[in-house]
């Protein structure tokens, strides 16, 4: 089996502040996927990434940038975080570039925003 | 478009009772279909996928889910709840074109004692 960590567990920021998250899969798959998730709600794909040095915009990926250096790790950048923005961002992987594959998530960083 | 709907946001059942969770979806090519449990403080999991075949999926601890195309859904059914049943359970959808899921809102499941 394989394990995806996700740094750090809990994040508090500043407004305007700019706020990096790291995930790290040792499942050696292909693609990653990064979502929020607002209190309550479902998940919205904020970026994915099929390959090393690929990215894909998903629906929520405005205020947002993303990295994929290296294929076992997937950062997601807040490039300017909003007062009061409270939720958790779920970092994903799956193996093969296909929307059939299951997903295997990590345990979340819940951002804070002061 | 790909679009998946939960209707009920939470559903209360009582230890023991039977459950029924319901998903809708919309997509005209073929249809890949899963439900994922969300423990509190926990990423999700997968409980069961549907691809091909017969239409009644098992999954884990005892849930299992029927696809229907002519209804587009693929509700998740267990017979008897347990109160670690209490949980966000997630039904998601793919198609045949593309590398990503879509999820619905989530349903949150209550299991009364």
């Known amino acids: 089996g394989g394990i995806i960590t996700q740094t750090p567990k809990f994040l508090i920021g500043q407004e305007g502040q700019k706020l990096t998250l790291k995930c790290q899969q040792n499942f050696n798959h292909d693609t990653m996927y990064w979502y929020r998730q607002d209190s309550g709600k479902g998940l919205r794909l904020i970026y994915y990434?099929?390959?090393?040095?690929?990215?894909q915009k998903g629906d929520l990926s405005e205020g947002y940038d993303a990295s994929r250096e290296k294929k076992s790790s997937f950062s997601l950048t807040v490039t300017s975080a909003q007062k009061n923005e409270m939720a958790v961002f779920l970092c994903a992987s799956s193996m093969g570039q296909g929307g059939y594959a299951e997903q295997f998530f990590g345990p979340g960083t819940r951002l804070t925003v002061l | 478009a790909q679009s998946v709907t939960q209707p009920d946001a939470r559903v209360t059942v009582s230890e023991g009772a039977s459950l029924q969770l319901r998903c809708k979806y919309s997509y005209s090519g073929t249809p890949y279909l899963f439900w994922y449990v969300q423990y509190p403080r926990q990423g999700l999991q997968l409980l069961l996928k549907?691809?091909?075949?017969?239409?009644v999926v098992q999954g884990v601890n005892g849930f299992e889910a029927e696809f229907s195309k002519s209804n587009s859904s693929f509700h998740l059914r267990k017979a008897s709840v347990h109160w670690s049943d209490s949980a966000v359970y997630f039904c998601a959808l793919s198609g045949d074109n593309n590398n990503r899921i879509f999820f619905g809102d989530g349903t949150q499941l209550v299991v009364k004692p």
């Open positions: 990434s099929i390959t090393e040095n690929d990215l």
């Open positions: 549907y691809y091909s075949g017969d239409p």
